[in-house]
T-cell receptor
Framework: AQKVTQAQTEISVVEKEDVTLDCVYETRDTTYYLFWYKQPPSGELVFLIRRNSFDEQNEISGRYSWNFQKSTSSFNFTITASQVVDSAVYFCALYPHGSSNTGKLIFGQGTTLQVKP | ETGVTQSPTHLIKTRGQQVTLRCSSQSGHNTVSWYQQALGQGPQFIFQYYREEENGRGNFPPRFSGLQFPNYSSELNVNALELDDSALYLC??????????????FGQGTRLTVV
């Protein structure tokens, strides 16, 4: 099976708190890509990061950081010092790079993050 | 903004009718993918078009069909609308047939309500 699980449906934090969004994936492909997208109320999916399966190096971009661990099939996303503008639905997605897949991104159910002032 | 535009933004249709949704891809992108996002769910892949041909399809019935034009813009057509077709329809453009291996840019979506 190829799937993405975001076990946290909703998270509520107070501004300036750190928050981690969990993502666990399943795929039989050895080459794959993982993504995080942010979906504000406007509906557009905003690209945050793409990582390939051969690069387990963690990444930091401003207040955002990502922890990729192949051993646990996880690709978690941490927001440091959260802000009200971070409130949105966040999606983790998987692209298995097998020959049978040309365009399909597999999304998790999403985590709704609410940051209160 | 991503440069991917979708029209219309909102639409209300009656069960059994047909609908056409439109997407203009980002300049230079030759691949368009369509996704259906039901309320409270993650997007589900409908199909992908690359150079005017369908290049991959998800688990959607044949009444979901599409087109891609020489300028790489695309249409999603849904026939015989059902209530469960009510959803946000998202279009994504990217470069190359292995669309998931590169960054996909999404439009703001079309909110379809079937009554």
């Amino acid at each position: 099976a190829q799937k993405v699980t975001q076990a946290q449906t909703e998270i509520s934090v107070v501004e300036k708190e750190d928050v981690t969004l969990d993502c666990v994936y399943e795929t039989r492909d050895t080459t794959y890509y993982l993504f995080w997208y942010k979906q504000p109320p406007s509906g557009e999916l905003v690209f945050l990061i793409r990582r390939n399966s051969f690069d387990e190096q963690n990444e930091i971009s401003g207040r955002y950081s990502w922890n990729f661990q192949k051993s646990t099939s996880s690709f978690n996303f941490t927001i440091t010092a959260s802000q009200v503008v971070d409130s949105a639905v966040y999606f983790c997605a998987l692209y298995p790079h097998g020959s049978s897949n040309t365009g399909k991104l597999i999304f998790g159910q999403g985590t709704t993050l609410q940051v209160k002032p | 903004e991503t440069g991917v535009t979708q029209s219309p933004t909102h639409l209300i249709k009656t069960r059994g009718q047909q609908v056409t949704l439109r997407c203009s891809s980002q300049s230079g992108h030759n691949t368009v993918s369509w996704y259906q996002q039901a309320l409270g769910q993650g997007p589900q892949f409908i199909f992908q078009y690359y150079r005017e041909e369908e290049n991959g399809r998800g688990n959607f019935p044949p009444r979901f069909s599409g087109l891609q034009f020489p300028n790489y813009s695309s249409e999603l057509n849904v026939n015989a609308l059902e209530l469960d077709d009510s959803a946000l329809y998202l279009c994504a453009s990217s470069l190359g047939v292995r669309a998931g291996a590169t960054e996909a840019f999404f439009g703001q979506g079309t909110r379809l309500t079937v009554v």
